[in-house]
C-alpha cells in the first residue's frame, strides 16, 4: 500500500491506498490551537505525537508491506528547532497576526511591494518574513536558541527519518526564493533585516527531499518530503496543466492555477508556488479564511454541520438582503490583496432575518471570495473543488452558481494522495496519475442563479473597496 501523511492546521490524518488510487483507509487525530492576543501557536511535541498516532492506527489497522510514503502538511509560520529537531518554542502558525505592525510598515516603506516584484510572494503577517523579523526584535532569546527555521512538514520528516534538516521550493517559496533560480534571494533577507539570521534559513532540497523512515512507519520505508498541502492538493486533484484550477474549501480558502508564465506585475498578492518541475508554477491566492468563516457562524448560532444543507434550501438566493464581508482572521487577508487589518462585516441583518440567511450569506461571501481569487490567478481552464466544504452538496451547488462555472468535485484525503503522487515521481513509482485524480461528481452552475450572481458579485467587489478603505484609515 502507499500512505500519505498530511499534517493539517486542525487535525493530522495518515490515508492509505492502492496502487490504483482506492482509498482504503483514513485515521485522524485533532491538535490544538493556542489563540492569544493575536498570537496563534501549536504545540510542535502535541502535533508529532499525533503524526506518530495516526501512524500506528493505520500500519495496524492495514497490517500490509508500505510501498512509499509521502509527506505534506500546513505551510507558513515559523516553527524553530535545535540541532536535533527538537522544539525550542511553539510553533507560531501561518495564522498568526504578531507581525501585522511590521508588515504595515514594510507596506508603507516600499519593502513589502520590492520584496513581491523580486520573489512573485505578498507577505502577511504569518508568513516566515515577518514573523522572524518580529522573533529577531522582541523575542530574539528563540532564535539564538535555534539551529533551523522549519516549516511544520519539515519537522515532522526530520523527526521521522532523522535527515538533516531541509524543505523543499515549496514550503521555500515565501517569501525568500527566487522562483527563477529556486534559491533563497539574499537581497530580500537583508531587506527584511535578517541578515544576521541567515543561517537558520533551512538548505532547499532541490532535486528533492528524500529519506527512509526510522519511526512511525516500517523501518526503512521510502519517504518523500513535500510539497506543502496547498501544491500537493493541485497534484491530488490533477492540477498540473497551465490554466487549470483548484479551489480548497478548508480552513483556508486556497485558490490555485497551474501556470508556466512568471508575471510579478500588477497588484502585490499571493505567491508563485515553486514545484518539482523546474519553470512550472502554482500561482496561488490562498485566503485566510474559509471554512472557519462558516464554522465561527454556526458556533454563533448554534446551528450543527449536519443542518447547513436544509438551511441553505430555506432562503433564496441574495440570502434576504443580508450580506457578509467574510474576512474574519485577526490578521486581516493576505489574497488577493493584503489588508492586514481587514475585518469582516455583515450587513443588512435585521429582526426578520433567520439563521438561515446568515449561514446563506457567509456562503456566498466565501463564493464571491474564491471567485475574486481565481480571476486575480488567472484560471482560464478547468475548475476542481476539494477540502471540507465539498461534503455539503447543496454548499458544492451555491458556489458553482456563484463561480458560473462547473467543479470537478474531488473527495477525499487529496493532500495525502497528492503526497503520495509526489513520491512516486520522486522515486521513479509509475502510478496512473489520471486514475487517482478522477473527480468524484461534476457541478454544474444554474444560468438564472449564475447570471444574478455575477451581478451580486459586483455589489461585493464594491462593498470590499469601502471596507479596505475604511481598514487603512
Known sequence: MYIGIDVGTSTVKAAAFDDTGRE???????????????????????????????????????????????????????????????????????????????????????????????????????????????????EPASLDAAATALYCKDMVFRRLTGAPA?????????????????????????????????????????????????????????????????????????????????????????????????DLKGEPAGLYISTDRPGHWLRAMPAMVGTAALDWVLSTTGVHHDEVDALLAETPPGANGVRVLPY?????????????????????????????????ATCEGIGYAARHCLEAAGLTGTLAVCGGGTRSPAWMRLLADVLGRPLRVVEGEVGARGAVLAAAERYGVALDAAAWTEPTAVVEPDAARAAYYANAYADHLARLAHARHTARA
Open 166 to 262: 531541509t524543505t523543499d521550493v515549496s514550503d521555500a517559496s515565501m517569501p525568500f526564493l527566487d522562483p527563477r533560480t529556486r534559491a533563497y534571494d539574499n537581497r530580500v533577507v537583508e531587506l527584511l533585516g535578517l541578515t544576521h539570521r541567515r543561517g537558520l534559513l533551512a538548505p532547499i532540497g532541490d532535486p528533492v527531499t528524500t529519506a527512509e523512515a526510522r519511526e512511525g512507519l516500517p523501518s526503512g520505508t521510502r519517504l518523500a518530503n513535500g510539497p506543502y498541502d496547498l501544491p500537493s492538493c493541485a497534484l491530488g486533484a490533477g492540477v498540473t496543466s497551465p490554466g487549470d484550477g483548484l479551489l480548497i474549501v478548508g480552513t483556508c480558502l486556497a485558490s490555485l492555477v497551474a501556470t508556466t508564465d512568471l
Open 328 to 360: 474574519f482572521a485577526p490578521s486581516g487577508e493576505r489574497a488577493p490583496f493584503v489588508e492586514p487589518r481587514l475585518r469582516a462585516e455583515l450587513t443588512g441583518v435585521s429582526l426578520e432575518s433567520t439563521k438561515a440567511d446568515l449561514i446563506r
Open 24 to 138: 482504503l483507509a483514513v485515521e485522524a487525530h485533532p491538535v490544538a490551537l493556542s489563540l492569544h492576543a493575536g498570537h496563534v501557536e501549536q504545540d510542535m511535541e502535541e502535533v508529532y505525537t499525533a503524526v506518530m498516532g495516526v501512524l500506528d492506527a493505520l500500519t495496524t489497522r492495514i497490517p500490509e508491506p508500505v510501498e512509499l510514503a509521502g509527506l505534506t502538511g500546513q505551510g507558513d509560520g515559523v516553527w524553530l528547532v535545535d540541532k536535533d529537531g527538537r522544539p525550542v518554542r511553539p510553533a507560531a502558525s501561518w495564522m498568526d497576526g504578531r507581525a501585522h505592525e511590521l508588515l504595515d510598515q514594510w507596506l508603507a516603506d516600499g519593502t513589502f511591494e520590492t520584496v513581491f516584484r523580486r520573489t512573485g510572494s505578498a507577505m502577511f503577517p504569518g508568513c516566515p518574513g515577518p514573523l522572524l523579523a518580529w522573533f529577531d526584535r522582541h
